[in-house]
């Protein structure tokens, strides 16, 4: 149903582009002014593309949420931060460092490796 529903989106999403990009841009869209004439005029070209616009975006609106709630739905209703956060794998805790000796230094002019067992 979800694939459904997502080509279907694809498509009115493709139709309303080229309904829009058909349009003429002289302002006055989605039945803004104008006044009474024929379906077969350059008008009443306009008007049934502002319809067809006006049709378009409400079914793309309403596929987007039937789309949303469909996917939260699946999701178990947990956001994608809450069930990455369930899935990831405890974070080892860091070893100790051991603690570190310094080691005498030598006196001035003495042999570095003098104590060294070889």
Do not use: C
């Amino acid at each position: 149903m979800f694939i459904f529903l997502l080509v279907l989106q694809a498509i009115v999403a493709a139709a309303l582009v080229g309904v829009i990009l058909i349009q003429r841009s002289e302002g006055g869209g989605l039945g803004i002014g104008g006044g009474p004439s024929g379906m077969m005029s350059a008008r009443g070209a306009a008007d049934f593309l502002t319809r067809a616009t006006r049709w378009l975006a409400i079914v793309f609106i309403l596929l987007s949420i039937i789309l949303a709630a469909i996917a939260a739905k699946s999701a178990g209703g947990s956001t994608t931060v809450e069930s990455t956060l369930d899935r990831a794998a405890p974070v080892p805790e860091a070893p100790a460092a051991p603690a570190q000796t310094t080691p005498s230094a030598p006196a001035t002019g003495e042999d570095p490796l003098a104590g060294v067992a070889g």
